[in-house]
């Protein structure tokens, strides 16, 4: 049996899968959700995927007793994966503290307990927001982390600075931080997705939800872009791709083959894609036509963002593999299923 891993956030978006990739490849996991942004029936959709069933326990990170009674339960936890956090922008702006209180209370109370250890091997979900509009293309991990443009990006570089003072002064904790660039698709069996509560921020939700009926249009915020189409240009990473990178990184804190007890890794495909592409890509593998019109740009949206991933591949023997074309197939299937579901509910 191979080591017990505990995710936070296990049964969000991008937790549910890299659970579904750690049961996989025979880890024991367990997985800490207060269910805030994500349902308890994704612990079905794991189980149905693996024939298998983590473990459990619903918990509020921001509760220091609680998180401690975790571990004193768990002693025997090898690694940590932490996804857990609030993570939608706009929100941020207008409620500051819960961000503030919810991105960095949970974490500082998991490096309390993990730091107290004779070793621990931490994940961190970050972002390329840290890197706001860079000045060179595509964005290497030296790239200056720039003023954050929202409390939510704040609390992702501000958490990377707590974990990187946590290293300095306890050589036994090893860290990395994954900066992603933007998830998309779900699951091939499409028991697992992405499920936005409310209105989705992001661009992929917000077509497969407009092309499914559940939207009225798309809008696209702004065409007047410095870029071949005049729209914003990002790079999409299949959710199942950013799974993977989660297990090698874990893996090579855990295996010690990290040189420094602290490291960053630009965790994307190295490609950009304008907005008007994804729609046309999308269009093209649902066989949808997309009801869009174009309006005034986003307060807060930089031009373009795309990773250089060399680090990745030349350090984590990472990289994508999955299209855009596969990832936007994956999320139409997902919001097929979720059709399906709600209609039987
Ligand atoms: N999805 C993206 O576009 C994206 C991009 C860059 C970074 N990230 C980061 O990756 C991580 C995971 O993102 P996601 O898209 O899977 O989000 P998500 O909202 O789907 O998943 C987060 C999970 O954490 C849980 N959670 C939140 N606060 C908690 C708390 N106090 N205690 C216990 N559980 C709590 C939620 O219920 C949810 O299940 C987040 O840290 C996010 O900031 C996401």
Redesign the pocket.
């Known amino acids: 049996m191979k080591s017990k891993i505990l995710v ?8 549910s899968h890299t659970v579904v990739a750690l049961l996989q490849q025979g880890y024991e996991v367990v997985i ?7 349902s308890i029936d994704v612990l079905g959709g794991i189980t149905k995927i693996t024939q298998k069933s983590p473990e459990f326990e619903k ?4 509760n220091k007793e609680q998180v401690k009674e975790f571990f004193e339960k768990y002693p025997d936890i090898q690694g940590v994966i ?6 939608a922008v706009g929100e941020s702006v207008e409620n500051p503290l819960l961000y503030y209180e ?2 960095l209370s ?1 974490l500082i109370y998991l490096l309390k307990e993990l730091s107290r250890k004779n070793s621990a091997n931490f994940i961190f ?5 840290v890197y706001g509009q860079a000045d060179k293309l595509p964005i290497t991990e030296d790239a200056p982390v720039k003023e954050a443009m929202s409390p ?1 990006g704040n609390t ?1 570089q501000i958490g990377e600075e707590i974990i990187r003072d946590t290293c300095k002064v306890h050589p036994h904790f090893k860290a990395i931080s994954l900066r ?1 660039f ?2 998309i698709g779900a699951h091939p069996s499409a028991e697992i997705g ?2 936005p509560i409310g209105t989705p921020q ?1 661009l992929v939700p917000f077509i497969t939800q407009t092309a499914i009926g559940k939207r009225e249009q798309l809008s696209v915020y702004g065409n007047d872009y410095p870029t071949q189409d005049g729209t914003c240009i990002r790079d999409y990473i299949h959710v199942m791709d950013l799974a993977r990178a989660h297990v090698v990184a874990l893996e090579r804190l855990m295996e010690n083959k990290a040189r420094e007890n602290y490291d960053v890794f630009n965790l994307g495909t190295g490609k950009g894609s304008s907005v008007l592409e994804v729609i046309n890509t999308f269009e093209k593998v649902s066989g949808q036509q997309l009801p869009y019109k174009i309006v005034d740009r986003r307060e807060g949206d930089i031009t373009a963002a795309y990773a250089d991933t060399q680090k990745a591949n030349d350090i984590l023997g990472w990289k994508s593999q999955e299209s855009l074309e596969e990832a936007l197939r994956s999320a139409w299937t997902w919001e097929n299923r979720v059709k399906e579901k709600d209609a039987i509910q």
């Open positions: 936070t956030g296990g049964l969000g978006f991008i937790g800490i959700d207060n269910l805030s942004n994500s918990l509020d990170l921001r932490h996804f857990a956090a609030s993570k919810n991105n949970t979900s970050s972002s390329c927001t939510y992702k992603y933007n998830p992405e499920l992001n």
